[in-house]
């Protein structure tokens, strides 16, 4: 949900820390013990580890109904990617004399207090991308007892969105072989077609079409989940206790974890190479191999 609508009128309040846009009256259809405040993030990308704010919008609803509706835009100090840009509009000259986010942490906080908090999609993506910005210019900032309302939950909730549902919608009928496999894939088939027919903005070409589907949600493997590549090509751990420290750094400081990981029966192959791979340029004889397991910490 983009916030661009406001943005003519941003500059009401230059020398604000963070731009009021409107003040009016609200009324939501339940009941405010404390304030609300519903944001939405504009950024670099979908990494909530690596990616920046770019824009944050937000309206803050009180129990007495007022509406106070705020939108500042961050420098990130780093590229926006073409495909972000796309998506958002905002470009790396839109924002290169824009204030970084670690310079108004401080009055953001303050604005969200002690607020509960709502949007479309923050539990997964908004809410973890904003905390860890503020991890990042050292201003605490913890969920604690807010409400989190995220909009796109109850729509996924009370909105079907399984095949039966896309049968419905696209086909105008029922799917009466749901969970039957030829079934399914036969009904998979008339959806894609009927899909094809009503957007024409979607690729009429298979690898426009896969890559469509990757920007949206790019396939992981099981090395993916467990390594991303830095900027000069070394390989950093994406989760566990080691999560955003790079391979060689841990095989070379702490290689009984990569003993553990070795040992471990489902080990995917290839992330088994790359961690056999690490440990021989650190520890060519792998004297850690006859080290016990550590227990997996809780990512």
């Known amino acids: 949900m983009r916030a661009a609508g406001y943005l003519r009128r941003r500059k009401v309040n230059v020398k604000s820390p963070y731009c009021r846009i409107a003040r009016c009256s609200v009324k939501l259809p339940f009941e405010l013990d404390r304030p609300i405040v519903f944001f939405d993030l504009e950024t670099t990308g979908l990494s909530v580890v690596s990616d920046r704010i770019v824009e944050m919008a937000a309206v803050k609803v009180t129990p007495e109904g007022s509406q106070d509706e705020r939108v500042r835009r961050f420098n990130p ?16 000259e839109d924002v290169a004399d824009e204030p970084p986010f670690r310079s108004r942490a401080k009055s953001l906080a303050k604005f969200l207090g002690t607020c509960d908090l709502a949007g479309f999609n923050i539990r997964r ?32 909730r009370e909105e079907r969105r399984d095949l039966t549902a896309a049968a419905k919608f696209y086909l105008g009928s029922e ?9 399914d894939i036969r009904t998979t088939v008339a959806v894609l077609t009927a899909q094809l027919e009503k957007y024409e903005g979607l690729p009429r070409d298979i690898n426009k079409l896969h890559g469509y589907c990757d920007e949206y949600a790019p396939f992981e493997s099981e090395f993916d989940r467990w390594f991303s590549k830095a900027a000069n090509g070394a390989l950093v751990f994406r989760r566990g206790k080691h999560r955003g420290t790079p391979l060689d750094e841990v095989a070379r400081i702490t290689p009984d974890y990569l003993a553990w990981m070795i040992g471990l029966e489902d080990i995917d192959t290839e992330v088994l190479g790359a961690v056999k791979a690490a440990w021989g340029r650190h520890d060519p004889n792998q004297t850690a191999l006859e080290l016990p397991k550590e227990p997996e910490p809780t990512p």
Do not use: C, N, S, W
């Not at 780093?78 to 470009?91: G, L, Q, S």
């Not at 908004?126 to 309302?149: I, Q, S």
């Not at 799917?175 to 079934?183: E, F, I, R, S, V």
């Open 125 to 156: 993506y908004d809410l973890p991308l904003l905390m860890a910005e503020f991890r990042r210019a050292g201003v605490p900032f913890e969920v604690g007892d807010r409400r989190l309302v995220d909009v796109q939950i109850i729509f996924h």
């Open 175 to 183: 799917h009466k072989d749901a969970h039957m496999a030829l079934g």
């Open 77 to 92: 100090e780093m590229p926006i990617p073409p495909e972000a840009t796309k998506v958002h509009k905002i470009t790396d």
